[in-house]
């Protein structure tokens, strides 16, 4: 039943967070996210989207998480959490964008539009959980939140400062109280707890060494790995973390997942010993990546793909250990998914393999359709779900099969138990890397062995308006500006393997290139020249892109 009025929702918005600027935003890759001056009327707005959307869904919890993730400091964002922990369903991005863009004056009339188009009930109940990084314009954003969802009579409770996946989390386990409990010492005992359990079982063999270094991006992840750390003695795993957000240490600059992926250069502030295992957060603490540096320090990167070859590798071992054929594993993947790492699924792991769009919403939803899902992006984005039927099987034989399935059914217990799936998390994610070295008895270079990457380079390029670039068949072809991908065939047509794309951010005002081919510098001079190519038919402004020095 909708509301007679709605002036309440004016007047927070005039009093307190007036849209001061006119430039049109869009719920994008991963919600909104721009400059942060940009954002406190968005963020408000959301509030009153997010008591919709909880009504929609019967009063069950939404999340909110105000977080520009791997954006440097100035830019903010924030973005909604489905009742499942999974990111908003992707037909109300439109209403976000719809309710972001208009003017304070036309804020009521639309609030009242898209409750009745949604057909939601405000008389009901609805509950929202706030959550922030550590950037310091979130809590005047998370404050324009919980206005909101005050405006429209929700019940909003902020958790302060935690990582995205921590509020993915909460989120899952208020609507569901089987998955866990909803508070931060509540995900501890869940993921450290298995962990502790597995490693009983495992026991430190062959190369594996439990001493990790871990760069946490100057940002909430890691602080939170300090609690983490107490938990566990030294044989458990030795956690020495760098780039904790102290004074003057900028967040995700010169760090950070995303500049190890991106610029293929390691962290600074991290002491540089050959071969020692480091694990690479983002701001947000959603995303890993793991590298280390040879004795002629050398920087070999172990990205998304490698950790969802890992992670599928062990969980395809024990399901063999389990004696079933019931559960079927599929891998998914993105178009930056270096092209080595699909053929070592394909060839090697004979493991089925999907690529879908950038974005964790659409590696999420393809991922439940196998029994068992793995999704990373390259960038390190990413986790395991894990269907009913798969954990049922998998429990009726910890409990009832022979002994050897069985013992191999009570680790893939603790593995799941381990796993968040409502979104990629790095600390999850880390402790299930680990959890699998450990088991497997291997250093990172062996790790590193495995497969050979194909030689890559991702470069930006700034176009007066990235829209201009539409893409399809899973963003490896542009359908426009004319012409583009005509020459983008023809670049790579020059070199042996090659492979490239261009498609537009859906997290910053640039469009992204991605090139790989059979060496480093082939690789950048064919991402170089097709940054030339988006920059001259796509409206490129600004100077041209430069050629990044190669590492060979
Ligand atoms: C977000 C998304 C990721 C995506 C990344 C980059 O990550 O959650 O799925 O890969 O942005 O997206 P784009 O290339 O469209 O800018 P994060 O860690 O920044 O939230």
């Known amino acids: 039943m909708p509301p007679s009025s709605l002036r309440v929702v004016y007047a927070f918005a005039r009093e307190m967070h007036p849209k001061t600027t006119d430039v049109f935003i869009q719920y994008g890759t991963a919600g909104f996210r721009t400059k942060a001056i940009l954002l406190e009327h968005v963020v408000y707005r959301m509030g009153l989207l997010a008591v919709i959307r909880s009504r929609v869904k019967n009063g069950r919890t939404i999340g909110m998480m105000i977080t520009a993730s791997h954006n440097l400091e100035p830019d903010n964002g924030v973005k909604l959490v489905d009742p499942d922990g999974e990111m908003l369903e992707e037909e109300w991005e439109a209403h976000a964008t719809k309710l972001a863009n208009v003017s304070d004056n036309d804020l009521e009339a639309t609030t009242m539009e898209i409750i009745q188009e949604v057909k939601a009930d405000m008389t009901l109940k609805a509950s929202v959980f706030i959550g922030m990084d550590t950037r310091y314009t979130s809590p005047r954003l998370a404050a324009a939140a919980a206005n909101g969802v005050i405006a429209l009579k929700g019940t909003p409770k902020e958790f302060g400062i935690v990582t995205t996946p921590m509020l993915h989390f909460f989120v899952k386990c208020r609507n569901d109280n089987s998955y866990g409990t909803p508070t931060e010492e509540g995900y501890y005992e869940k993921i450290i707890g298995a962990y502790k359990n597995m490693r009983k079982s495992l026991p430190t063999k062959g190369d594996y060494s439990p001493c990790l270094y871990v760069d946490g991006a100057n940002g909430v992840g890691g602080k939170k790995l300090k609690n983490v750390k107490k938990n566990f003695d030294e044989e458990e795993l030795e956690l020495h973390l760098f780039n904790l957000g102290g004074s003057g240490e900028k967040l995700n600059l010169g760090c950070g997942a995303d500049h190890v992926k991106v610029t293929q250069t390691p962290a600074k502030g991290i002491p540089s010993t050959p071969y020692q295992r480091i694990a690479s957060l983002d701001g947000d603490g959603d995303r890993l990546v793991y590298y280390y540096t040879d004795d002629k320090d050398k920087m070999h990167l172990l990205d998304g793909d490698r950790i969802a070859t890992l992670l599928a590798s062990y969980i395809t071992e024990l399901l063999q250990r389990c004696e079933t054929t019931e559960v079927q ?93 409502t979104v990629g998390d790095a600390i999850s994610d880390l402790l299930l890397v680990e959890t699998v070295l450990c088991a497997r008895g291997i250093s990172a270079l062996q790790w590193m062995q495995l497969y050979t990457d194909l030689p890559c380079r991702q470069l930006k390029v700034t176009v007066a308006d990235r829209n201009a670039i539409q893409t399809t068949d899973a963003e490896r072809q542009c359908t426009s500006p004319e012409g583009l991908q005509q020459r983008i065939n023809e670049l790579v047509a020059k070199y042996p393997s090659g492979r490239a794309f261009a498609r537009p951010s859906g997290t910053e005002d640039i469009v992204r290139v991605y090139a790989e081919a059979e060496s480093q510098l082939e690789a950048d001079t064919l991402a170089a020249e097709v940054c030339q190519a988006v920059f001259d038919l796509a409206g490129g402004v600004g100077a041209r892109p430069e050629l990044p020095a190669t590492q060979e």
């Open 329 to 421: 594993l599929g891998i998914v993947q993105t178009a930056y998914a270096n092209g080595a790492s699909t053929k070592y699924i394909t060839d090697t792991l004979k493991i089925p393999v999907q690529c879908v769009k950038t974005g964790v919403k659409h590696l999420h939803s393809a991922a439940h359709k196998y029994d068992i899902g793995v999704y990373f992006e390259a960038n390190g984005h990413g986790t395991v779900l894990y269907s009913s039927k798969a954990k049922n099987v998998i429990s009726r034989i910890a409990r009832e099969g022979d002994p050897e399935p069985r013992e191999a059914a009570k680790l893939l217990s603790q593995f799941i138990e381990m796993t968040n799936e």
